[in-house]
């Protein structure tokens, strides 16, 4: 942002910078009324203020991760503050939201031009554990031979579909979380879509996951599946604490 002096100077560039999509970061002491979702004020105390450049804002405390008031889409604009002198009102609107803010004192401005087109990809997904036991079938068990992955029913994807060393069909469903109540009975929906289908009676179903609830693992005996424990991968993992470093030598 450009360095014009005084507040109409900082109410210039702060506009400027809105009108040309950049990204601004005020760091303020500011009162913040909002009328929208809820109705609801905030009193006088430091905070974080960043529109981006889809002029989604967001209002931070000093601490947390997650922001005190926020809008999605509203157009912004600030002027220099009426009643009280050398104030600043950041005056934001939508079709169903409203909020002003006073900014009382100006810690901090900045803005810039940002670009990022990249998507972030998840890794220790539930494919991750389907790709894993493809590739790998013995942390399952010995003898297992995958025969395809993303087996789609009425219900939905088997993640992995295998024979076991006996010859019988093996259902995989892989959870990276711990196994519940609710997975146990998506497995079973699988297995018997699966039957159906293919009209085979012995199907064995296994839940693969990195563990499982109690209630869980007694529904799944009871209806004779079996739970396997199995961690996603970690392909993006930087430091693995089993791995040994210069120092263990």
Known sequence: MGAKEGLQGIEE????????????????????????????????????????ADNTLLVHQPTGSN???????????IRAGKRIKGTLVLESSSNKESMKILINKLH?????ALEDGQKI?????????????MCSP???EDGLRPVKQEEQTKYGFVDVLAHDKKGN??????????????????????????KKSKGIS?????????????????????????HKQVEPPKYMERFNSRQRNLFDY
């Open 121 to 133: 990809q998840l890794n220790g997904t539930e494919r991750d554990m389907a790709e894993m036991i």
């Open 138 to 140: 013995d942390v399952i």
């Open 169 to 194: 069909l093996v259902v995989i469903e892989c959870k990276r979380y711990k196994g519940s109540l609710a997975d146990v009975t998506q497995l079973r929906r699988y297995v018997e879509k699966i």
């Open 202 to 226: 012995k199907i064995r179903g296994i839940l693969a996951s990195n563990g499982i609830t109690p209630n869980a693992r007694k529904m799944l005996e009871d209806w004779g599946f079996e």
């Open 108 to 112: 901090f401005v900045h803005s810039a």
């Open 67 to 77: 922001p005190i008031n926020y809008m999605k889409e509203a157009s912004h604009k």
């Open 13 to 52: 560039n702060i506009n400027k910078a809105l009108s040309n999509s950049e990204t601004l970061i005020l760091g303020c002491n500011c009162e913040v009324s909002y009328s929208g979702r809820a109705e609801s004020h905030l009193d006088a105390g430091d905070r974080i203020i960043m529109i981006k």
